[in-house]
């Protein structure tokens, strides 16, 4: 797997195995786990520990891991904050929990933390907070600069906005640098897609849910996201499918039904329009690279 030793410095003694199931994106500083198509079995062990600060964001309440104590306002997520070398498990219920997973070095969230004028960060252990969701703009930057292989440099400078970010909304304390053009509806249609990819999708039940008619809803959408709604919702459906096909046993017409495909054959013209193979030939490969990789 791709960073695995950065994964470990900042996450703990995890595997390659742990993390099928999670998207990663990673500097050696800071890294950005995403649930994707199920748990992260090193969160679920039993009493783990982190040698970084972990921050979890919450885009929906039923996807809340502690019974949640705050209200929170519009345009802000839920967030709860866990010091490093804390024992703590996530629970596991009947279907996986989608967050963003935020670990940030020690070094890095201590250094920062101090010059906001504080001595060293207090003891976090499941710590609730309120993080204004400008945030999701600089982590979804993050993602897209790591997987263009941008510049280190790059990177670092992304992973320090969002350590001052977290730290400014842990203290309550005004963070001047707000994204040019965010929009707090957009980024709830688009995480409702990811958390509901395998459902049925329509265009003006995302648009009731931003308040907004379904002609200004799929304007403003493609403005935000560069692309029409309903190729948003393939495009989400065909990265989950890619990593069905890559880390499950789960046959091509299981995928096609879980990703929200009516039919598998439907899915797989589609599949093959989109990536240049079809998912029998594209679950071949990694099957092969998985059984060479364990050899």
Not at 6 to 11: N, P, S
Not at 95 to 107: G, L, N, Q, R
Not at 146 to 156: A, F, H, I
Not at 183 to 191: D, G, N, T, V
Request: contains cysteine; glycine residues 4%.
């Amino acid at each position: 797997m791709q960073d695995l030793e950065k994964i470990r410095r900042l996450v703990g003694d995890i595997t390659a195995d742990d993390l099928k199931y999670v998207d990663c994106y990673v500097t050696d500083e800071l890294g950005i786990f995403i649930p994707s198509i199920g748990y992260c079995n090193y969160a679920i062990t039993p009493n783990h520990t982190h040698p970084s600060y972990m921050f979890n964001i919450f885009t929906a309440p039923e996807h809340n891991i502690v019974n949640q104590e705050l209200k929170v306002p519009k345009n802000s997520y839920f967030a709860v904050a866990m010091s490093p070398d804390i024992p703590h498990t996530e629970e596991q219920g009947d279907s996986y929990t989608h967050y963003y997973a935020i670990v940030i070095s020690e070094e890095l969230f201590s250094g920062e933390y101090f010059s906001y004028g504080e001595t060293e960060p207090p003891l976090y252990f499941w710590k609730q907070f309120i993080v204004g969701s400008e945030i999701i703009f600089y982590i979804k930057q993050f993602i897209h600069e790591y997987e263009n292989n941008s510049q280190k440099k790059v990177l670092e400078s992304l992973a320090y906005l969002i350590t001052h970010k977290i730290i400014a909304d842990l203290l309550k304390t005004e963070f001047s640098f707000e994204p040019v053009s965010s929009s707090y509806e957009i980024e709830k249609a688009e995480q409702y897609i990811y958390r509901n990819y395998g459902n049925k999708l329509t265009i003006s039940c995302l648009a009731e849910m931003s308040n907004m008619s379904v002609s200004h809803f799929t304007r403003t959408f493609e403005k935000e996201t560069g692309i029409p709604p309903i190729k948003y919702i393939l495009k989400v459906r065909i990265e989950k499918a890619k990593k069905f096909l890559k880390c499950s046993d789960k046959a091509v017409t299981e995928v096609a039904l879980i990703c929200g495909f009516g039919s598998a054959s439907h899915f797989s013209s589609y599949f093959l329009k989109q990536t240049g193979l079809t998912p029998t030939d594209y679950k071949k490969i990694y099957t092969k690279q998985n059984y060479e990789n364990k050899k």
